[in-house]
């Protein structure tokens, strides 16, 4: 039995501690990649293994263009229980499907490589976007990924105490960035934090005034600047290429977002009205 949908926001109530850092980052140096992975083995340990030969601690991956064989993924649902604000949809099956947009979050959980997917595709003539369960997904087809890989930080899953999730985390190691320039950040945002204020605030922790964004999470509901708004308060999201801050200009992020109730949606984040449901992984790098 799942709880009732929150209304408002006053019905989204996260079980812990409020953390005290809404906005954790650490810097890192991040450098634009292309990963190579081969058709009939599974994502993520071409992924590990490309990780382990190049020296980064994560990476922030564009998957779109892939092409999936068979997989299985679920989609923002309400608690299934009384402490959880919001949980996923029962699983749901692929017959295998070319990614249209897709972001991964490469980082570390239990000691090991782990992938926190975001996905957007057309399958039986629907639109989709889900959040896909790494360990089910194999590569139909050869493919180039485009991506940065980092240094100096890592996304490591550990038990958020203000949400009760296993998340990711931000690690700082210091220490792997003698010799590099801290170009990047990542962040993992607090439950309420609005998106765009956010990244506005972070940005300013980077050298220049521009500077792109990439990641995944979810909001609390949206609204969009070029589009109707979000009303549903559990969603998932993906961030859109071309996400950033040109050089003296507007911070601009486009979207996309799927809520409870599979309403897909799409524009750019109106500032102060996309606050984060649980959390939003980001990476901010720096533009020349």
């Keep these: 039995m799942r709880r009732p949908a929150p209304h408002t926001l006053d019905d989204i109530r996260h079980p812990g501690p409020k953390a005290q850092d809404r906005l954790p980052y650490a810097r890192c140096n991040a450098t634009m990649i292309e990963c190579q992975v081969a058709a009939d083995e599974p994502l993520l340990n071409s992924l590990g293994r490309w990780a382990d030969s190049t020296g980064f601690s994560s990476a922030v991956l564009d998957l779109s263009g892939v092409h999936l064989a068979a997989f299985e993924y679920v989609m923002p649902d309400r608690a299934v229980d009384d402490r959880h604000a919001a949980w996923y949809s029962d699983t749901h099956f ?32 629907t639109w989709h976007l889900g959040h896909l369960l790494p360990e089910t997904l194999t590569i139909a087809d050869d493919a180039n990924i485009a991506g940065h890989g980092l240094i100096g930080a890592s996304f490591d899953a550990s038990l958020d105490l203000e949400t009760e999730f296993t998340l990711f985390r931000v690690t700082s190691d210091r220490d792997a960035m003698s010799g590099k320039t801290a170009n990047a950040l990542i962040t993992t945002l607090a439950p309420f934090t609005d998106l765009h204020d956010a990244i506005t605030e972070l940005g300013n922790q980077l050298s220049g005034t521009g500077y792109s964004v990439h990641g995944l999470g979810s909001l609390a509901g949206a609204h969009f600047e070029d589009g109707p708004p979000m009303t549903g308060l559990i969603s998932e999201i993906l961030l859109q290429n071309g996400a950033a801050k040109a050089h003296n200009g507007k911070l601009s992020l486009p979207l996309r977002t799927v809520d409870l109730n599979k309403g897909l949606f799409q524009g750019h984040a109106t500032p102060g009205k996309c606050p984060t449901l649980v ?10």
């Design 279 to 288: 959390t939003n992984e980001l990476l901010l790098v720096a533009q020349d």
């Design 94 to 125: 692929s017959k295998g499907a070319k990614l249209e947009e897709a972001v991964a979050i490469l980082g570390w959980r239990d000691g090991g490589w782990f992938a926190h997917i975001h996905a957007y595709w057309r399958e039986n003539d």
